[in-house]
């Protein structure tokens, strides 16, 4: 008799720590993804802001399991669930059948009906996202010194990011140090301090989910960078010409959108209830009302906690959500009762303001400026897979710190875009 | 009065070289390139075998000039030179006006009146032409394991790399190490050690450049390595199914461009007299015929020595033309006699066979296997530029000596692919 068969579709946070877990279990397990790579998303505003090279926070997938004979890895795109059969569809037609399935396809950003401004207004959740936003970035730079009109050349050197959480701040605290520090000498035509930054959040505060003392530092922390933060005013329209907060239209060229996601089609492959961010909601053990074989993990997944509360879209909840679902997996082919219900352990909020300052909140432990950047820098390269990882991105971050030059300052993609139709 | 304004086209070997050696001349300098980085060519093979990133190899142009305020940086194209009026004119419709121009615009592959074999073969000149290749590679390991008819799937495990130079030989050696070596214990459908990795030379024998023994040797380790090695028909089709040499057809999936080429349009631009590659026919000083301020100098330049042999198109030769013709500049302003003609010094030829063997023709000294590769690899670290990217590029070359394992595994490009139209 063949083994369980363990369909794992997403190798995030979520999917990569219940395979992970699954080792020594009598199953056979396939993890299927769109990428070949598990991408570390916390750092990915570095490689947007030329901080870190791809590479560096990027691995193979199936290279992370190549001592798991029992684990096969598949380069697909999931595009339904056959709950009666037990399998999944992909897109090039396969179909991959399961005893146990686990949704793990995260979320992307989310434009709030306005689906029309991802094309002047670029999110960052992929790699090719955070090349395309370094591009960007750096290809205004590049026009600006090409620029005679003053007003053009204004817009060139404004820069918005739309959406004041912590990927908001850190994407604006880089590009601030970018305008002010680093590219100051090489440019001859334009004084890169006169740009712009800035931050623009509908709510009142940035950084919402510290606390007011430290969402206050953080405020300090940008505008002393050279960051201009608006808040309470939401943005009503995307252009190639600027952005408009409230009424108020400004032009700017370059905008990064960094304001809410929406979670992949999980829930619509399974028919199953879905939140306002098209999150599933699944029951206190993680599975979909009426299968008790299909569990939905991670940023697709609408959790709440014993105390009612909602389980936030960060990596560590993702991670434990996948540990307990390796669990209740493992009790069940051994015949043993599945732990109570999924609990979420929180362990804290980080965000970077810059390369020196940070905010980090533990809960009774709050950090913020030099030392908080630290904690979260030692945390972040904890986190990395791989000795070679860590080393090369703490090798990246000693460089920067010692010569304030970035070593990923690329301007790439252009020229092969017509390869659309490569195999 | 203004300082006499030095114009040079491209930031390849050439133009850096002289940019560098006009450091404290009386001039103003702009380089323009098309690219807002130097590529360092020599490595590109191990950015599309996936040894490398792409940020090791490259820098921003204008960061190399960062402390040299007499020297202006501009990201534009080139379209055309006008001698009359002495101004080069840009794609964006600026015309930027010269007292002194030097072309070095380099050479893109030749496919020799089939340019239609590009979208199916593409060559190896720029970081995206890199990920390019890299991508290819990876999925056609990736559709191999998907693949349940074997006739498929032995086309998308069949390689094959047209040329026999050093280049085609580079990515032969490493392409048959991934599929010998580093991928076998990831892939759970395929044996990618059935991997077939042709290399398909037209002349007698490959590495042409170098001696018959070193001929011989790079011949024998491509063998070891797995590499299937075709000397002495030429390729007649290319297309999407595979590649026909001579009279038979070879099912590939994956076909690479390494044979010969193409001089870009810096000759058509002066409507100087061009050679069968299309580079300009410039005169023992590197001056175009006519125009004693117009310099052509690296691949787009034919130039011969004093002893009528042509010089080759490799980076030493692109330097020392650049060296050179910084002195003419120098000379002349300083109203001395201009250096006698240009004289190329040989430094020798070097190729690597995987990651362990290498070729080197020093001359005198000839070297092969181990040694030749230690050799060629800090050769090739000294000319780097930067402690930054020596540290990189030694530390991804020590960890894939330790582990085996290489960094840049990533498939990449596919998605961003709309954002053509982009700002």
């Known amino acids: 008799m063949s083994k369980h068969r363990v369909v794992v579709v997403g190798a995030g946070f979520a999917g990569l720590q219940l395979v992970h877990d699954l080792k020594g279990q009598p199953v056979d397990v396939t993890i299927i993804d769109r990428r070949n790579h598990h991408l570390f998303q916390p750092l990915l505003y570095q490689v947007a802001t030329t901080l870190l090279a791809t590479s560096e926070i990027a691995w193979p997938i199936r290279r992370l399991f190549r001592n798991r004979p029992e684990v096969r890895t598949l380069l697909g795109e999931a595009v339904a669930v056959d709950r009666e059969r037990k399998s999944v569809a992909l897109k090039d037609g ?9 949704l793990a396809t995260g979320a992307r950003h989310a434009y709030f009906g306005h689906d029309e401004w991802e094309g002047v207004a670029p999110g960052l959740k992929t790699l090719e996202d955070a090349t395309t936003i370094r591009r960007r970035i750096l290809l205004a730079f590049e026009r600006a010194e090409l620029e005679d009109d003053p007003e053009t050349r204004k817009a060139l050197l404004t820069f918005a990011i739309i959406g004041g959480g ?8 880089i590009i601030a140090e970018l305008a002010h520090r680093t590219l100051v000498s090489e440019f001859r035509a334009i004084d890169t301090r006169a740009a712009r930054i800035m931050l623009i959040e509908a709510g009142p505060r940035i950084l919402p989910v510290f606390t007011q003392e430290l969402s206050d530092y953080g405020r300090q922390a940008l505008e002393k960078l050279g960051v201009e933060v608006r808040t309470g005013t939401p943005v009503t329209e995307c252009g190639p010409e600027g952005v408009r907060i409230g009424e108020e239209f400004v032009a700017a060229r370059t905008l990064i959108w960094a304001a ?27 599975t979909v009302p009426g299968s008790p074989e299909i569990f939905v993990i991670g940023d697709t997944a609408a959790v709440v906690t014993e105390d009612g509360k909602p389980v936030p879209g960060v990596a560590p909840a993702a991670k434990q959500q996948g540990a307990y679902v390796a669990k209740v997996v493992a009790s069940r082919l051994a015949g043993k009762p599945a732990p109570t219900g999924f609990s979420y352990r929180h362990q804290g909020n980080l965000a970077t303001i810059g390369r020196s300052a940070a905010v980090v909140d533990l809960g009774r432990i709050k950090l913020k400026g030099a030392l908080a950047w630290w904690v979260w820098g030692l945390a972040h390269i904890y986190f990395l897979i791989g000795t070679r990882s860590r080393l090369a ?17 690329l301007i790439t993609q252009k020229e092969t875009l017509k390869d659309d139709s490569a195999p």
């Open 94 to 102: 396969q179909s991959i059948p399961y005893d146990t399935l686990v």
């Open 393 to 409: 991105v703490a090798m990246s971050w000693l460089w920067i710190f010692l010569s304030g030059q970035h070593s990923a300052r």
């Open 166 to 173: 912590p990927t908001g701040v850190e994407l604006a605290g």
């Open 260 to 286: 809410g996601v929406q979670a992949s089609k999980a829930a619509a492959w399974l028919g199953a209830d879905a939140d306002r961010a098209g999150r599933a909601i699944v029951g206190r053990d993680l």
